[in-house]
């Protein structure tokens, strides 16, 4: 079996590796990272650096495939029509597509969640309806046939979890589980906006977005929606 994690520039780490660390107790897996070419990928934060093995025009026919999300500009990767011509390619044949935080907008971008159920960080849950998608806001993980989207950052564990589960069965993710120590007791309990109080959500969500920092990103995302209905009405309405 044949994981795919997908790679690009400013995305959250721990999108990608939370669910890396769990997927590699599947059975029989071999796991790459792919990018628009082989080499070191720079992460959101800036300083840490991830490295993809393989490009994307090397791995043609995944069985699973994983896109994270972004804290600084999603907004590129939605744009990367080497990665969505990609995504749009192998979801046509893997057993699993997944996202995990706002992965599952560029999922959306490549016309995958159209008419599916999902969920994505609470700070871009607007965004999914404007791509077709049906937004799940209260869900950690949400499945639709075979796409399964994770809320954010730290859910991509849960997910994965779940996923090894559903191949390999209870025994086998029971014990992914234990090897990783996965057994939360946070200190705090305010990891949903319907737990925070009123004055962490407005503090989060400020910082949130002066991380993001990025005007243009957010004004992207209206465009990128635009283009993309455009050139499914396209493909429908041939003269």
Request: net charge neutral.
């Amino acid at each position: 079996m044949l994981v795919a994690i997908v790679l690009y520039k400013g995305m959250t780490t721990l999108d990608a590796i939370g669910p890396y660390e769990v997927l590699r107790f599947l059975p029989d897996v071999k796991l790459c990272f792919v990018s628009n070419k082989p080499g070191p990928v720079v992460t959101d934060s800036g300083v840490l650096v991830l490295g993809a093995t393989h490009s994307f025009a090397e791995v043609a026919s995944p069985d699973i495939v994983l896109v994270p999300g972004s804290e600084a500009d999603t907004t590129t990767a939605m744009a990367n029509e080497e990665l969505i011509q990609w995504l749009q390619n192998v979801h046509r044949s893997t057993q699993w597509t997944l996202s995990v935080c706002t992965g599952a907008l560029i999922l959306a971008a490549a016309g995958i969640l159209d008419g599916h159920k999902a969920t994505t960080h609470w700070m871009a849950q607007e965004w999914l309806q404007t791509f077709g998608a049906i937004p799940q806001k209260e869900q950690r993980i949400v499945r639709s046939g075979k796409i399964v989207t994770a809320a954010g950052v730290s859910a991509g564990i849960d997910l994965a979890l779940w996923l090894v589960g559903e191949i390999a069965g209870q025994e086998r993710a029971e014990i992914a589980q234990l090897a990783i120590e996965y057994d939360p007791k946070p200190a705090y309990d305010s990891g949903h906006p319907d737990k925070a109080s009123r004055e962490v959500f407005q503090k989060a969500r400020k910082e949130m977005l002066q991380r993001a920092s990025n005007v243009r990103s957010l004004l992207a995302i209206p465009k990128i929606a635009w283009e993309t209905v455009l050139q499914k009405i396209r493909k429908e309405f041939k003269l």
